[in-house]
C-alpha cells in the first residue's frame, strides 16, 4: 500500500498570504488529522476530520481551517500568515477507530518570511 | 502545557550502552503508542499499548504500559547509531476522544 502523501514538501510564503497544503491518506483509511510541529511546541493538535466532518479539533484560531472530500483526500488552509506559522505540518491517516495507530506523512515544511 | 511528559528531553550515548525513555502523565489513556522520527520525515509508528501492565518487545526494544495506564517507558538494548532520533509518545483519550495528545518528545543521539 502507498503511504500517506503530502504536498507540496516545501513552502515559503510572506506575512499576510494565505496558503493550502495537501494530504491523501493510505487507501482504506477515512480518518485523516493534522498537527502542527515546532521546536518550541512539539506535535500540536490541529484538527481530524472524518466522512469529510470535521470530528475533533485542536486549539488554534479561526485562520487554521480545513475539509476532507469524498475520497478521504483533505486540505489544510491558513489565512493571514503569521511569522509564528512556520513549522512543519503533518498529515496522519488511520482507521476511524477510538485510538486506532496513526500513519504519518513526510510533512509540509512552511518557512513564513 | 503537555498532557504527556517525556523525559529525558535529550540523550546521548555511546553505541553499545542501553537507555530509557518515559513518558508520564496524571490522565488515564485508552492506548499508548510510540513514534521515532527522523529529521524531515514524518513519525513512523514504532508499538501501542493498550492493557495496563502490558511489555511489548520488538528487537532491542521494550515498551512497557503501566499498571494505572498513565505512564509508559521505552527501553532500548545495545543501541546502534540507526536508533538515533525523536522518540515521541502520544496517549488516546477517552471514549469519543478521538485525537491523540503527543509529549514533546526525546532526541536520542547513539555514537558510533
Given at each position: 500500500?502507498?503511504?500517506?502523501?503530502?504536498?507540496?514538501?516545501?513552502?515559503?510564503?510572506?506575512?499576510?498570504?494565505?496558503?493550502?497544503?495537501?494530504?491523501?491518506?493510505?487507501?482504506?483509511?477515512?480518518?485523516?488529522?493534522?498537527?502542527?510541529?515546532?521546536?518550541g511546541?512539539?506535535?500540536?493538535?490541529?484538527?481530524?476530520?472524518?466522512?469529510?466532518?470535521?470530528?475533533?479539533?485542536?486549539?488554534?484560531?479561526?485562520?487554521?481551517?480545513g475539509?476532507?472530500?469524498?475520497?478521504?483526500?483533505?486540505?489544510?488552509?491558513?489565512?493571514?500568515?503569521?511569522?509564528?506559522?512556520?513549522?512543519?505540518?503533518l498529515?496522519?491517516?488511520?482507521a476511524?477507530?477510538?485510538?486506532?495507530?496513526?500513519?504519518?506523512?513526510?510533512?509540509?515544511?512552511?518557512?513564513?518570511? | 502545557?503537555?498532557?504527556?511528559?517525556?523525559?529525558?528531553?535529550?540523550?546521548?550515548?555511546?553505541?553499545?550502552?542501553?537507555?530509557?525513555?518515559?513518558c508520564?502523565?496524571?490522565?488515564?489513556?485508552?492506548?499508548?503508542?510510540?513514534?521515532?522520527?527522523?529529521?524531515?520525515?514524518?513519525?513512523?509508528?514504532?508499538?501501542?499499548?493498550?492493557?495496563?501492565?502490558?511489555?511489548?518487545?520488538?528487537?532491542?526494544?521494550?515498551?512497557?504500559?503501566?499498571?494505572?495506564?498513565?505512564?509508559?517507558?521505552?527501553?532500548?538494548?545495545?543501541?546502534?547509531?540507526?536508533?538515533?532520533g525523536?522518540?515521541?509518545?502520544?496517549?488516546?483519550?477517552?471514549l469519543?476522544?478521538?485525537?491523540l495528545?503527543?509529549?514533546?518528545?526525546?532526541?536520542?543521539?547513539v555514537?558510533?
Amino acid at each position: 500500500k502507498a503511504g500517506v502523501t503530502q504536498t507540496p514538501r516545501y513552502l515559503i510564503k510572506t506575512r499576510g498570504q494565505q496558503v493550502t497544503l495537501s494530504c491523501s491518506p493510505i487507501s482504506g483509511h477515512r480518518s485523516v488529522s493534522w498537527y502542527q510541529q515546532t521546536p518550541g511546541q512539539g506535535l500540536q493538535f490541529l484538527f481530524e476530520y472524518f466522512s469529510e466532518t470535521q470530528r475533533n479539533k485542536g486549539n488554534f484560531p479561526g485562520r487554521f481551517s480545513g475539509r476532507q472530500f469524498s475520497n478521504s483526500r483533505s486540505e489544510m488552509n491558513v489565512s493571514t500568515l503569521e511569522l509564528g506559522d512556520s513549522a512543519l505540518y503533518l498529515c496522519a491517516s488511520s482507521a476511524p477507530i477510538q485510538g486506532s495507530e496513526q500513519y504519518f506523512g513526510p510533512g509540509t515544511r512552511l518557512t513564513v518570511t | 502545557t503537555q498532557l504527556l511528559e517525556q523525559s529525558p528531553q535529550f540523550l546521548s550515548i555511546q553505541e553499545g550502552e542501553n537507555l530509557t525513555v518515559y513518558c508520564n502523565s496524571s490522565s488515564v489513556f485508552s492506548s499508548l503508542q510510540w513514534y521515532r522520527q527522523e529529521p524531515g520525515e514524518g513519525p513512523v509508528l514504532l508499538v501501542t499499548v493498550v492493557t495496563g501492565g502490558e511489555v511489548k518487545k520488538l528487537k532491542r526494544l521494550t515498551f512497557q504500559f503501566g499498571d494505572a495506564r498513565k505512564d509508559s517507558s521505552l527501553h532500548i538494548t545495545a543501541a546502534q547509531p540507526g536508533d538515533t532520533g525523536l522518540y515521541l509518545c502520544a496517549g488516546a483519550g477517552p471514549l469519543g476522544d478521538y485525537k491523540l495528545s503527543f509529549g514533546a518528545g526525546t532526541t536520542v543521539t547513539v555514537r558510533a
